[in-house]
Nanobody, 114 residues
Framework: QVQLEESGGGSVQPGGSLRLSCAAS??????MGWYRQAPGKQRELVAH???????NYADSVKGRFTISINNAKNTVYLQMNSLKPEDTAVYFC??????????WGQGTLVIVFS
């Protein structure tokens, strides 16, 4: 079973930036991404990227967040700029490998406070 190790959450003021990282314990990555869940809301896709570099973003983060992948390190990054209070959530890393096996990280908290 693949393990995902997340890092980079924290607290920041509106307009600030954070960078999330998620390292997978092995390769065979098909797609990795980030989801988030705010209090009282359903988990939603933030962005995902394939091992080939094709990416997709939620409309709410387009132009502010950038997802990237380092296949050599089995690591995906989420650069979050121009953060807003509504970005406050627990962010979860997600991986789907070529056998269609899915894994989730434990989550990292992002708080944007004014």
């Amino acid at each position: 079973q693949v393990q995902l190790e997340e890092s980079g959450g924290g607290s920041v003021q509106p307009g600030g930036s954070l960078r999330l990282s998620c390292a997978a314990s092995r390769s065979s990555i098909y797609v990795m991404g980030w989801y988030r869940q705010a209090p009282g809301k359903q988990r939603e896709l933030v962005a995902h990227i394939t091992s080939g570099g094709s990416s997709n973003y939620a409309d709410s983060v387009k132009g502010r967040f950038t997802i990237s992948i380092n296949n050599a390190k089995n690591t995906v990054y989420l650069q979050m700029n121009s953060l807003k209070p509504e970005d406050t959530a627990v962010y979860f890393c997600n991986l789907v490998d070529w056998s269609n096996t899915e894994a989730w990280g434990q989550g990292t908290l992002v708080i944007v406070f004014s």
